[in-house]
């Protein structure tokens, strides 16, 4: 068998862009364009959209219609909508609204935990237990998940040890967390990086780690996904123009772009479900919603190549 026909024949892009995207940006989209854009984004194959957060619209005013986003993301069938909750009050808002998932950050690094949640990992693995001990009270069928952030580095702590990111998703699991993800929050890893980590938490969390969340601050995200796709990860996040970032990585350029994500995948024949002149096509709207923030990405100028719209057209 050849290395290539050992590649998963079938991923999932998770959009991240309504959430990680608009955070990190000071623009303000209106409701009324964010419902379009979950539209365009679901007429566009997209099947697994992270639609808002669950925190104070005074700390994130951008993110503020959470609820109304998620009630018409629940309306598109098959959609599974899920939203972060950094902390129990903002989980039991995502269990009052039926979310089909709940996304749960916390920082390998103990400087960026304590800088984005001011709490330490260990204090968040507790909030953790209680997170799903109140989703058990409510016999919630909410799946509860976990993003492992500063897992390759981080700007404020530099290095961080593997050992403690296999310690803390050893911990996360006993928690009560269903599923676990590895983010390179700050575009710290490199392809070798990404397969010795993954490698070091596969027979800790085995089929229970689901994604990959990479940013492309130097210009690696697509290498990254590539050495985690090698072993077997089929879950990844990306972002729509490539917007996002974290706030503690000053020059960041945020998610690997959605539309770059989806033609890698296409011209290595691994189906994602996503139409490309449909993603191109939302790319615009939100370049209009976000006039003067920074939009990242590469295929969109340059297009499919001939030789896939031959393919395509044969």
């Known amino acids: ?72 993301a629940q309306t598109l069938p098959g959609l ?14 995502a269990l009052d609204a039926h979310a089909h998932s709940m996304l749960v950050p916390l920082s390998a690094s103990h400087a960026h935990s304590l800088a984005n949640l001011r709490k330490a990992p260990d204090d968040v693995i507790a909030e953790i237990g209680r997170i799903r001990a109140e989703r058990d009270s409510r016999a919630s069928r909410t799946e509860l998940e976990v993003g ?18 296999v310690r803390v998703v050893k911990a996360v699991l006993d928690a009560g967390a269903d599923r676990i993800g590895l983010a390179d929050t700050v575009g710290y890893a490199d392809p070798r990086q990404v397969t010795e980590l993954f490698e070091a938490v596969l027979p800790v969390a085995g089929e229970r780690l689901h994604c990959g969340h990479f940013h492309d601050t130097r210009g690696l995200a697509l290498a990254n996904v590539y050495a985690a796709l ?6 990844f996040d990306a972002s729509i123009a490539g917007i996002g970032g974290c706030p503690h990585a000053p020059g960041a350029s945020g998610n690997v772009a959605t539309e770059d994500l989806a033609y890698m995948f296409a011209s290595m024949n691994i189906e994602t479900g996503q139409d490309f002149d449909k993603l191109i096509a939302l790319r615009g709207k939100v370049a209009e919603w976000l006039k003067g923030e920074a939009l990242h990405g590469n295929v969109w100028r340059a297009g499919l190549p001939k030789s896939m719209l031959q393919e395509a057209l044969a």
């Open 80 to 93: 599974r909508a899920s939203v972060l909750v950094p902390n129990l009050k903002g989980a039991q808002r």
């Open 1 to 72: 068998m050849s290395f290539t026909a050992q590649l998963p024949t079938r991923v999932t892009i998770r959009e991240v862009g309504l959430r990680d995207g608009l955070q990190s940006v000071a623009t303000i989209v209106p409701t009324a364009a964010k419902l379009e854009w979950l539209r365009d984004a679901y007429d566009a194959g997209q099947r697994d959209i992270e639609v808002s957060s669950f925190v104070p619209p005074r700390l994130m005013p951008q993110l503020a219609d959470a609820e109304e986003v998620l009630a018409f």
């Open 230 to 235: 090698q072993l077997g990860i089929t879950c």
């Open 148 to 165: 492992i952030s500063t897992a390759f580095g981080c700007t404020i702590q530099g290095r961080v040890d593997p050992q403690e990111v």
